[in-house]
């Protein structure tokens, strides 16, 4: 065992827990805030060019969500066997794990581009875009689609970083490219009047400049993984079980897609200022939950590395802490939210329609947002220890399983208010339903740590 990887192992293993996750969390919440600000840049700065020019800005989310799905898939698949091989002291299969994640990710963001270009005007019909809005999600969605490469590659090293324990590597990359891409934003959208099509070439310049900050940390040897072609796996095996720990990413993701597209469907009746008011809603509560987001991505390496360490109470402390300071944390952001809701609204749009609709829907799911630390700790829990049929399931509840048939049933029988209502209801199910199944895996853990205590003695 070389002296760097003695000392992560040390680090990981025995520092406490809150301040290990701390730690490891700081970088990527800010990482998170980032990200998140420069998303929110693209809709602040579109939402200059009009109405159906913000709705484009959700559309197209969902498009952005697809491509995050793989990368996310392979970025938790490969992370989750990494740190727990690293906690095993198997650092040569984990090499294996990185680089397999990594070329596969590229492979797909390179399919996803060239379907998507290849079927664009229908795949944003499909998405939810109405005939106004179809011009500006297609000169937005150009570009997005020319970046899913990069958008996917960089969502594996940023979470190959992450369950290592390294997130300030990845932070350095993510900021970086996040503050371009507002830059980009305000010279290209704003200076030199390239509309929509503006937004979209700065987030993919972005992407790739954001790409290449990742890969510095892997080529320069500063962390145990590696991108090497040599490591690459072509057996079933290997890529099976990426996909299959990676399962509960793709699902999130995925359905976030389906659900936008469902969302933005069940809103076009109500016009563009509906769908707008919906984007911007979900832009906001994003970034107030990222926090919590970027917490639980620091519990993450730390459940992943202490359960392959066969450390088993450090896991399930490490789970508490982190569900009950995300709760505080969103109690604290629900205030702020019902409080200034119609003022957060109108910085993006200063449409007495839109501001209506997204003030309405922005109080009711900052309230349901207490209560969501509770579905995200379940589905990273069990995702990170391997678990992937519970974490699959867990993670494709809040905006799949239980929000698209509360969002039809509620949109039919409630109109736009059923809409307003649809995510609150489901946050609130989710949370509901992801408690047993922690509870149960806690017995299994202290059972466990009890095996593992009479082995050693």
């Not at 730690?23 to 693209?42: E, F, G, H, R």
């Not at 099976?240 to 389906?258: E, T």
């Not at 459940?303 to 402390?317: D, I, L, P, Q, T």
């Not at 799911?365 to 867990?394: D, H, K, W, Y």
Request: with cysteine; net charge positive; proline share 3%.
């Amino acid at each position: 065992m070389d002296e760097s990887f003695r000392k992560q192992y040390e680090r990981m293993a025995n520092t406490p827990i809150h301040k290990l996750i701390l730690t490891l969390a700081i970088p990527t919440i800010i990482s998170m805030l980032v990200a998140n600000v420069y998303n929110m840049a693209d809709t602040y700065f579109v939402s200059e060019l009009g109405t159906s020019a913000s709705g484009a800005t959700g559309i197209v989310f969902g498009l952005m969500s697809i491509i995050q799905a793989f990368g996310f898939m392979f970025g938790h698949g490969a992370g989750s066997h990494i740190s727990r091989l690293l906690g095993s002291r198997e650092v040569e299969t984990a090499k294996i794990y990185s680089s397999t994640g990594f070329y596969y990710s590229l492979l797909c963001g390179c399919a996803v581009a060239a379907a998507g270009l290849l079927f664009q005007t229908p795949l944003m019909k499909v998405l939810g875009s109405t005939d106004s809005i179809l011009p500006y999600a297609n000169a937005y969605s150009f570009f997005i689609l020319l970046a899913a490469p990069a958008m996917t590659a960089s969502c594996v090293m940023n979470n190959i970083l992450r369950y290592e324990g390294k997130a300030t590597y990845a932070m350095v990359g993510l900021t970086s490219g996040g503050l371009l891409n507002i830059f980009g934003d305000w010279l290209l959208v704003r200076k030199m009047q390239m509309g929509i099509a503006g937004a979209g070439i700065s987030t993919a310049v972005s992407q790739y400049i954001g790409l290449i900050l990742l890969m510095l940390p892997f080529l320069s040897g500063r962390v145990e993984s590696s991108l090497s072609i040599r490591y690459f796996s072509r057996k079933a095996r290997t890529i099976s079980s990426i996909v299959l720990v990676g399962m509960p990413s793709m699902m999130r993701q995925g359905l976030n897609s389906v659900s936008v597209m469902v969302l933005n469907l069940c809103a076009s009746p109500f016009g563009d200022a509906a769908i707008a008011a919906l984007s911007i809603t979900s832009r906001i509560v994003n970034f107030m939950f990222c926090i919590s987001v970027g917490i639980g991505q620091g519990f993450q390496p730390v459940s992943a590395f202490n359960y392959g360490a066969r450390k088993f109470e450090r896991v399930k402390s490490a789970c508490v802490f982190t569900c009950t300071s995300c709760i505080l944390l969103m109690s604290a952001a629900a205030v702020f939210g019902v409080m200034f809701a119609r003022p957060l609204i109108a910085l993006f749009r200063e449409d007495p329609e839109v501001i209506q609709i997204g003030a309405t829907a922005l109080r009711l799911q900052s309230i349901s947002m207490v209560l969501m630390p509770i579905s995200l700790c379940g589905n990273m829990l069990f995702q990170s220890v391997g678990r992937a049929a519970e974490g699959t399931f867990l993670a494709s509840i809040r905006s799949g399983v239980v929000f698209i048939p509360v969002l039809l049933v509620f949109s039919h029988f409630g109109g736009i208010l059923g809409i307003q209502l649809a995510q609150p209801a489901a946050d609130l199910m989710a949370s509901a339903i992801t408690v047993p199944f922690l509870l149960h895996f806690f017995r299994e853990l202290e059972k466990m740590q009890k095996s593992a205590a009479g082995a050693s003695v």
